[in-house]
Antibody
Framework: QVQLVESGGGLVKPGGSLRLSCAAS????????MSWIRQAPGKGLEWVSY????????NYADSVKGRFTISRDNAKKSLYLQMNSLRAEDTAVYYC?????????WGQGTLVTVSS | QSALTQPASVSGSPGQSITISCTGT?????????VSWYQQHPGKAPKLMIY???KRPSGVSNRFSGSKSGNTASLTISGLQAEDEADYYC???????????FGGGTKLTVL
């Protein structure tokens, strides 16, 4: 069965960096686009970034453009999100999701807290 | 671009039907048949309920249906059950710039 497992969240100071990972299994990872979506505590969902199956295309929400970088390693069946220059407003649960013009499978999420 | 507009809350009694609206613009909901709906229970990851406006993934009850008229998409849940109580989010493709927009979410209460 399809499984997505995020890791790498934690507490980081403003201005710091963090790298999230998402390990995929149960499907041919290299065939699918993938996205990161986040949810601030008590708030709604916000799409963050997507990457095409072969990494040719990426896109970012304006709120993270220039600070976050999405990448993937198809051999390792893994998706990544490098987050730099973190701000308090980046505090959220970060989900990875399989992207088929909708998000049909989601991970359980990893919490990122940006605080001094 | 702003988030899609959803009512903050809706409620209904068991067995009734409810509809949640999702209003966008001619640049997103109105231009593409790529609206999806997600159900999220507290502390859980969202679950895809409707994709491409009106299609149901395998395993999703046929009590859930989706539609669109102009710039507004809708999710209808018929025969409300206690387990339907959750937050619901719409999402639309919004072109190569903005790419994806979510609605603010709607809390469904089953009375």
């Amino acid at each position: 069965q399809v499984q997505l497992v995020e890791s790498g969240g934690g507490l980081v100071k403003p201005g710091g960096s963090l790298r999230l990972s998402c390990a995929a299994s149960g499907f041919t990872f290299s065939d699918y686009y993938m996205s990161w979506i986040r949810q601030a505590p008590g708030k709604g969902l916000e799409w963050v970034s997507y990457i095409s199956s072969s990494s040719t295309y990426t896109n970012y929400a304006d709120s993270v453009k220039g600070r976050f970088t999405i990448s993937r390693d198809n051999a390792k069946k893994s998706l990544y999100l490098q987050m730099n220059s973190l701000r308090a407003e980046d505090t959220a649960v970060y989900y990875c999701a399989r992207d088929v013009n909708s998000f049909d499978y989601w991970g359980q999420g990893t919490l990122v807290t940006v605080s001094s | 671009q702003s988030a899609l507009t959803q009512p903050a809350s809706v409620s209904g009694s068991p067995g009734q039907s409810i509809t949640i609206s999702c209003t966008g613009t001619s640049s997103d909901v109105g231009s593409y048949n790529l609206v999806s709906w997600y159900q999220q229970h507290p502390g859980k990851a969202p679950k895809l309920m409707i994709y491409e406006g009106s299609k149901r993934p395998s395993g999703v009850s046929n009590r859930f249906s989706g539609s669109k008229s102009g710039n507004t998409a809708s999710l209808t849940i018929s025969g409300l059950q206690a387990e339907d109580e959750a937050d619901y989010y719409c999402c639309s493709y919004a072109g190569t710039g903005t790419f994806r927009l979510f609605g603010g979410g709607t809390k469904l209460t089953v009375l």
